[in-house]
């Protein structure tokens, strides 16, 4: 028979309320999969994409700050559960070719993302887990959460 | 600590040669959740959305057909692993407002899709991964599958 064993789960997160559900969620994936290791993504649209072009002035300081700014945010959501700073990624692009990239190169074989069930809620937070899902080259596993989600717990 | 369990898995399948392994990999999640419920669902869209309204002839019995097909063929996936008939199910309509209605009408907890990977390929099978993902009330398990898919296995 065949069974999926998973190596490396990746938990992307938006960094909202939900980010630490997601993560146990993934966590408890993980130890049913003796124990596999569990990294945690975040990923910053570039300023860029927004403001660039037109704009001259330098927002590398900007970023900086944004970036410095997620990574204390990722860190007070995996911190507490015990995942070490370099499993801990902050990286700056779209959020899909990112956490598809990153999972490539790390040979992941599980992506967890919240879903948030609600058409325009989802639209609003950027789609990212359909997003990821589409063009993912692994398993993918949306974790229903979000304001109506409780009762899936 | 929270842990998910789920009570009744259901896996939608396009009834391509990829089904029985979406099917396979639901049914070691149900083995793992306490033999949780297994139920298999295949949507056809109906014939009126695309030949409706201005073509007079009765469609219903070519429906009918289609349906009956349909069914054989999602025995011929489900009967060698044990589905029982009452819980193959054949429903017409749209493949996202259908999977997800019965998955609210029949306290479905999980929903297993096959995910093809490749953008194209997926845009060609009209995205259901996706679309499933999209407003679940439940969490989502895209497996992955295909001609590169292999590797995950």
Do not use: W
Not at 126 to 146: E, I, N, P, Q
């Amino acid at each position: 028979m065949q069974e999926q064993h998973y190596n490396h789960v990746l938990v992307a997160v938006d960094l909202t309320r939900d980010s630490g559900l997601v993560l146990q969620r993934a966590i408890n994936i993980a130890r049913r999969n003796q124990d596999a290791r569990v990294s945690i993504i975040h990923t910053l649209e570039p300023l860029g994409f927004a403001y660039g072009g037109d704009i001259p002035m330098d927002l590398t300081s900007i970023q900086d700050q944004l970036d410095s700014h997620a990574r204390e945010r990722l860190a007070e959501v995996a911190d507490p559960y015990g995942i070490p700073r370099e499993d801990q990624h902050v990286v700056v692009g779209m959020p899909d070719a990112e956490i598809h990239r990153f999972a490539g190169e790390h040979g992941v074989d599980l992506i967890v993302v919240g879903s948030h069930g609600r058409t325009g809620f989802a639209l609003l937070l950027g789609s990212t887990s359909t997003g990821v899902l589409h063009g993912a080259k692994c398993d993918v596993l949306a974790v229903r959460v979000g304001a109506d989600g409780e009762a899936t717990e």
